[in-house]
């Protein structure tokens, strides 16, 4: 990533961590809580790249679809992706961007993928698109709480999307466990990735993550 990006990335951090210590608490869904996903035979939202869109809407959305795991994280086409930007064929792998794009538009590994492409074949402008997403998909979890305490953890629509965040951070994970605060939350120590700084604790609230889990071992039960 370029050194502009990170700068801007770690100043929403600085203003999500240390600049909301009064954020209210989120109001979240427990895992336990009977709660109906969006059936995988409903459409899912297909926005074009160019349009106007609600990020926090459409992170929900998706987050609440009962094919969360198979649309948007067992088959995210990583290798593909990888393999292409290895072989110089950056068309190709823009390719394998725009579909998976269609398919789970709320990726924001993916977007990072588009603006590193993108920048390879010199369309900046379709860059700066993919770029208003990335920023949208962040603003929309960082203002969703401070990240400080469990009750004002930022809500994520999956532990990869905590994953996502950190990594856009340059932030590396040095341990993770499940704290009940309540809310259930993730609480993850970080630090730079390369190390060498203070370590420091943020804590992320996946509650669609467990809504769906709930929902998986409750299919699994026996009649």
């Not at 603006?115 to 993919?130: P, Q, V």
Request: net charge positive.
């Amino acid at each position: 990533m370029r050194k502009a990006q990170l700068v801007i990335f770690g100043t929403f951090l600085s203003i999500a961590v240390l600049g909301n210590a009064h954020a209210q608490p989120i109001e979240t869904i427990d895992g336990s809580e009977s709660f109906k996903l969006t059936s995988d035979d409903v459409a899912a939202p297909n926005p074009k790249l160019t349009d106007a869109v609600d990020f926090t809407q459409l992170r929900s959305a998706y987050g609440r679809r009962s094919d969360f795991q198979m649309r948007c994280e067992s088959s995210r086409p990583t290798k593909d992706w990888v393999d292409a930007m290895q072989a110089s064929n950056f068309n190709g792998a823009y390719e394998v961007i725009t579909k998976w794009f269609n398919k789970c538009p709320v990726d924001m590994r993916a977007h990072l993928w588009a603006i590193d492409t993108l920048r390879k074949l010199g369309d900046m402008e379709k860059a700066d698109a993919h770029k208003r997403w990335l920023f949208g998909l962040t603003d929309s979890i960082i203002k969703s709480g401070d990240g400080r305490t469990p009750r004002t953890a930022f809500v994520t629509i999956s532990v990869s999307e905590e994953y996502a965040l950190l990594t856009m951070f340059r932030l590396q994970r040095v341990k993770q466990s499940l704290v009940n605060g309540p809310p259930l939350v993730d609480q993850m120590v970080v630090e730079p990735v390369g190390g060498g700084s203070k370590q420091q604790v943020i804590y992320f609230n996946p509650y669609l993550h467990f809504v769906r889990l709930s929902h998986m071992l409750d299919q699994s039960k026996p009649n």
